[in-house]
């Protein structure tokens, strides 16, 4: 009943709310009951009464002064429902309208200005009183006995418990909206993010509006990014899916086409027989290193292929390949040279990294016209060791280099079909990762290209 954002927001202001009024209401008894302001009620009604008296008192002949204290006294105390005690200069009582009662413990009446406070009797009762002196040199004092602090609080209460409860009212009405809409405010783009996830479980991506709290705006964003990962994953997947049925389908159609040719006598003399096997067992040679590659590719992509990781000098391991490329470079004329500095031993598969500079070399070698020139350059540097493929071939135009490390890429489509399929710089990149490693390229079409293998010792 209470899961939802706006009641629980509504519940916490709620309690904060009474909490509030609770501590307000507690520090206001005690400020009132320990403040003199309270008895101001009291102090005023005996101060008027005794100026009056004083009055009256003033008016008549000295002699009376006497029997009209008390007569005074008396009528005082009935009509304000007080005590009314008359005492001498020296605090003597001469008179005391609650006869026979306990005596009140006033302090001393000094001076001859009115004077006012409380006490305590010997039956813990408090005295609020106030003093004035009277023609004849006595004082006569107005006590009121209060009663309990608890009744006094409740018969007060009236003053100050309908503001509390207005104020209280107020409030509540307050975090009745503010809950409401701070709760629209969180809640709306929540339920765009979830309304989008429940799209992108259906195959459908609608990015989600980055509104709200901070909060919602960094899920937002962290769900688009996600979600355009997750599109761009699904297409990839497609794509990888009909890159390689394309790739399968030219070598199957071929060796369906030449088997054919044998059955139906096509290819009947010895000869073509023998034609048609030759390109059957070529083609079935060409699918089996596609698949291989694309099993290396998967295996590489989950970090299960068996990196066989020992000490190498790529000094060495790079002259192997070049040694290999000679004859190749030589009949292409291009010049093809390696320089090395350094100390470059590292851990590492010799194999795996030979096929990443095969592939490199192979490439610029392809890409380079004659009389060009491909180098190889390796050194250490501060974080490992670097090495560059410099061509000085066709170049890599500049919406092509992005993509040239995706998986059945070919910058020159007319090559379609060809030995690598457009996954010699794919596997590349995979396996200079598999060695923490990492592999760029950049490129000035017309001049040539340069890939930059870093790798870490
Ligand atoms: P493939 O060689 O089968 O085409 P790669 O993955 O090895 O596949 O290369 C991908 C693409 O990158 C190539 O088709 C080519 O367009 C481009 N490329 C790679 N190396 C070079 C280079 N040295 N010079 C120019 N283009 C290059």
Excluded: C
């Excluded at 390796?378 to 090495?387: F, K, L, P, Y």
């Amino acid at each position: 009943m209470f899961a939802s954002l706006r009641s629980r927001l509504f519940l916490t202001y709620l309690a904060v709310i009474l909490a509030t009024l609770t501590v307000a209401a507690l520090a206001l008894a005690i400020f009132l009951i320990g403040n003199p302001l309270f008895y101001r009620q009291w102090y005023a009604q005996q101060g008027i009464a005794l100026q009056i008296m004083q009055r009256r008192l003033a008016s008549r002949p000295p002699e009376q002064w006497q029997t009209a204290l008390k007569r005074e006294s008396d009528r005082l105390a009935e009509v304000l429902d007080a005590r009314v005690l008359v005492l001498a200069r020296d605090g003597k009582v001469h008179y005391d309208t609650a006869h026979g009662a306990h005596p009140l413990p006033l302090p001393p009446l000094e001076g001859i200005l009115p004077q006012r406070g409380h006490v305590r009797d010997a039956e813990g009762h408090t005295w609020v009183y106030s003093a004035r002196m009277m023609p004849g040199n006595v004082w006569v004092v107005v006590a009121h006995r209060l009663p309990s602090r608890l009744r006094l609080l409740l018969f007060t209460a009236r003053e100050w418990l309908l503001p509390l409860t207005e104020a209280g009212l107020l409030a509540i009405l307050m975090a009745l909206v503010l809950a409401w809409w701070l709760s629209q405010w969180v809640v709306h783009p929540l339920r765009h993010t979830a309304e989008a996830a429940r799209a992108l479980a259906k195959g459908q991506y609608q990015p989600v509006p980055e509104k709200g709290p901070r909060e919602t705006r960094v899920l937002a964003r962290a769900f688009n990014d996600m979600a355009r990962r997750v599109e761009a994953s699904q297409r990839s997947q497609r794509e990888f899916v009909a890159n390689v049925s394309h790739e399968l389908k030219t070598p199957l159609t071929s060796i369906q086409g030449f088997a054919q040719a044998i059955i139906d006598g096509t290819a009947r003399s010895p000869e073509a027989a023998r034609k048609a096997a030759e390109v059957i067992t070529a083609e079935a040679a060409r699918m089996h290193r596609l698949v291989v590659t694309l099993l290396d590719l998967a295996r590489l992509d989950a970090g299960t292929a068996d990196l066989q990781r020992e000490p190498l000098d790529l000094a060495v391991l790079l002259q192997s390949v070049l040694t290999r490329f000679q004859p190749q470079a030589q009949q292409a004329q291009i010049h093809l040279a390696l320089e090395s500095e350094g100390d470059l031993t590292l851990r590492g598969d010799a194999d795996r990294l030979a096929q990443v500079f095969t592939n490199l070399l192979d490439n610029a070698l392809k890409h380079t016209p004659p009389g060009g020139e491909v180098r190889l350059q390796a050194s250490r540097t501060a974080s490992g060791i670097e090495v560059r493929v410099e061509d000085t071939g066709s170049g890599i135009p500049p919406e092509v280099l992005p993509h040239i490390f995706e998986r059945f890429y070919r910058g020159d489509k007319a090559r379609s079909g060809g030995e690598n399929a457009g996954l010699g710089l794919a596997i590349a990149g995979e396996i200079v990762r598999a060695h923490g490693g990492d592999i760029t390229a950049h490129s000035i079409p017309g001049k040539g290209s340069v890939f930059v293998v870093k790798l870490r010792p």
